[in-house]
């Protein structure tokens, strides 16, 4: 069975930094790439990042490009999100998410159950 | 950039078809990806590449893709399928980046 845990999210003042982790279990970790996905109090769901199984190759959304990065430890079959310069609107729920084989290709098949981020003084 | 448009809610009767549309330009040149969302859940997968329907998911649940929108259609609504619907597609013409719809609010009458 696959299993997908986040953690890291808590109360953070902006333009501070915090690093989400999401710890993987039921699947060959470096066969897939992996995403964060993110949602807003009340809003709807956002693509923030994804990763190539290798970790090589790596996209952001605008909004998050230069302040996020993404990256995997395929030893510990965990998917990290570290996230500087923080602001209000980055609070949300952050979802990690199994992807496809192939990066930019194919469904969110697995996601785990969230980790809320709070950006506020 | 790619932008899909979902209408924000759709109301069905019981028993009733319900039909959620996700519009973006040429869309049917891409793979549609379609994830359910129940209040305080994450979201599932109930259809990826247009029409594929992962084990678990009901028969009911169908999609097809043509010109520049894509539909998701739940036939014989139950009250269990209220919740948010959300469609995806990657843009890959420059950015590379994911793209999601608004989402559409499924309301069982």
């Known amino acids: 069975e696959v299993q997908l845990l986040e953690s890291g999210g808590g109360l953070i003042q902006p333009g501070g930094s915090l690093r989400l982790s999401c710890v993987t279990s039921?699947?060959?970790?470096?066969?897939?790439?992996m995403t964060w996905v993110r949602q807003a109090p009340g809003k709807g769901l956002e693509w923030v990042s994804t990763?190539?199984?290798?970790?090589?190759?790596?996209s952001y959304a605008s909004s998050v490009k230069g302040r996020f990065t993404v990256s995997r430890d395929i030893s510990k079959n965990t998917v990290f999100l570290q996230m500087s310069g923080l602001r209000a609107e980055d609070t949300a729920v952050y979802y990690c998410?199994?992807?496809?084989?192939?990066?930019?290709?194919?469904?969110?098949?697995?996601w785990g159950q969230g980790t809320l981020v709070t950006v506020s003084s | 950039s790619y932008v899909l448009t979902q209408p924000p809610s759709v109301s069905v009767a019981p028993g009733k078809t319900a039909t959620i549309t996700c519009g973006g330009d040429k869309i049917e040149f891409k793979s549609v990806h379609w994830y359910q969302q129940k209040p305080g859940q994450a979201p599932v997968v109930v259809v990826y590449d247009d029409s594929a329907r992962p084990s678990g998911i009901p028969e009911r649940f169908s999609g097809s893709n043509s010109g520049n929108t894509a539909t998701l259609t739940i036939n014989r609504v139950e009250a269990g399928d209220e919740a948010d619907y959300y469609c995806h597609v990657w843009d890959v013409s420059r950015d590379h980046v994911g793209v999601l719809g608004g989402g559409t609010k499924l309301t069982v009458l």
């Open positions: 998410a199994k992807g496809g084989r192939r990066l930019h290709l194919g469904e969110w098949s697995a």
């Open positions: 039921g699947f060959t970790f470096s066969d897939y790439t």
């Open positions: 990763i190539s199984g290798s970790g090589e190759t790596t």
